[in-house]
C-alpha cells in the first residue's frame, strides 16, 4: 500500500513539474501560413515523460513533418559518419600522450566499454570521448538511447510515414562531431574526461534536472559558465549559438509552410542566444504552448 501511494504521488509531482515546465512552444507569424511547434528534449529522460507534457500529442497531430537536429533514418548519412570517426593513417593516437597517459585511457577503454587502443585507436578522440560520456549516462544516470524522448518523435513519424529533415548537412555533423575542436584539445579533454568523469555526469545531471523544470535559459547559463569543466564547455556553446543563426534561415522554409513539428535539445533553445531567441529576434511569434 505505501508502494503504491509513493508511485502515485511521484507521478503526481511528475505530472505538475511537466504542466509547469515550458517546453513545448508555438510558432507562428512572420507570413508563416500556418503554425508549427519546437519541443525540447533531454536524451536523459525517458520517452514516458511525453506523456506529462499537456496538448504535445495534438501540437504533433496537426504537423505533416519533423526537423531535428540530424535525421536518425538517414542510413546512408550515418555511415558516412562512421567512417568519419575514423583517423587517417598518418596520425597516431599514441603520439599526443605519453606512455603513462596511454596506457591509463587503455586500461579505462578496456574497463568502462570492455574494449582497449588495441581495437580502438584508430577513432578519433572526440569518438571515444563520446563513447565513454554514453557508458557513463548508462551506468550513472539510467541512460538508454533506445527509450530517450530525444529520438521518441523521429520514430513515430518513421511509422506514420511522416518525412524528417534534418537541420544540420553530413558534412556539418560530421564537423560538429568530430572536428569542432583541435585534435591536441581533443585528446586532452578524453583523457580530462577519463581522469574526472565525475564533471560530466554531474553537469548533465543537473541539465536532465532543469528540463525537468522548463528552466530553458538556466541550461544555457549552465553550460556557459566560465566553471563549466565538463566536455560541453563554453567553446561548445559559442559553436551551438553561431549554429542557431545557420538554423533559423533552414528553417525558413519549413516555417513559412507551416505544420512543422521541431524537435530539438535543451541546450540549443534557451538563453539570450539560444534558438527560441533568435527565431524571435528573425521576427516570428514564439511562445509557450502550455503557459497558464
Not at 585507436?121 to 560520456?133: D, F, G, N, Q, V
Not at 564547455?233 to 549559438?241: A, E, H, R, T, W
Request: proline content about 3%; glycine content about 4%.
Amino acid at each position: 500500500m505505501k508502494i503504491r501511494l509513493l508511485t502515485a504521488i511521484a507521478v503526481s509531482l511528475l505530472t505538475a513539474s511537466a504542466v509547469s515546465a515550458q517546453l513545448l512552444y508555438q510558432v507562428s507569424g512572420n507570413s508563416a501560413q500556418a503554425k508549427s511547434y519546437i519541443l525540447a528534449t533531454n536524451k536523459l529522460v525517458d520517452m514516458t515523460f511525453v506523456d506529462t507534457i499537456p496538448n504535445v500529442f495534438k501540437c504533433f497531430g496537426d504537423c505533416n513533418k519533423v526537423l531535428t537536429e540530424f535525421a536518425m533514418q538517414d542510413y546512408e548519412a550515418l555511415a558516412v559518419l562512421r567512417q568519419a570517426a575514423i583517423l587517417p593513417d598518418s596520425v597516431k593516437l599514441r603520439n599526443f600522450y605519453t606512455d603513462a597517459q596511454y596506457k591509463y585511457i587503455d586500461e579505462s577503454l578496456r574497463l568502462t566499454l570492455g574494449m582497449g587502443l588495441d581495437q580502438l585507436a584508430r577513432m578519433k578522440p572526440s569518438y571515444l570521448t563520446e563513447l565513454y560520456r554514453v557508458e557513463l549516462f548508462r551506468k550513472w544516470l539510467n541512460y538508454d538511447g533506445q527509450r530517450s524522448i530525444e529520438s521518441f518523435f523521429q520514430a513515430v513519424a518513421e511509422e506514420r510515414n511522416m518525412p524528417v529533415y534534418g537541420l544540420d548537412e553530413v558534412g556539418e555533423t560530421m564537423f560538429m562531431v568530430f572536428d569542432r575542436e583541435p585534435f591536441h584539445w581533443q585528446c586532452e579533454e578524453l583523457l580530462n574526461l577519463i581522469e574526472n568523469p565525475e564533471r560530466d555526469v554531474k553537469q548533465e545531471s543537473t541539465i536532465r534536472d532543469m528540463y525537468l523544470q522548463g528552466r530553458l535559459s538556466d541550461i544555457a547559463f549552465q553550460v556557459a559558465a566560465p566553471d563549466n569543466r565538463s566536455t560541453i564547455s563554453y567553446s561548445d556553446y559559442k559553436v551551438y549559438c553561431q549554429r542557431n543563426q545557420q538554423w533559423v534561415k533552414r528553417l525558413a522554409s519549413f516555417l513559412h509552410e507551416g505544420h512543422a513539428f521541431i524537435v530539438l535539445d535543451c541546450i540549443y533553445l534557451g538563453g539570450e542566444k539560444g534558438l527560441l531567441a533568435q527565431l524571435r529576434n528573425a521576427g516570428y511569434k514564439v511562445k509557450p504552448v502550455n503557459k497558464r
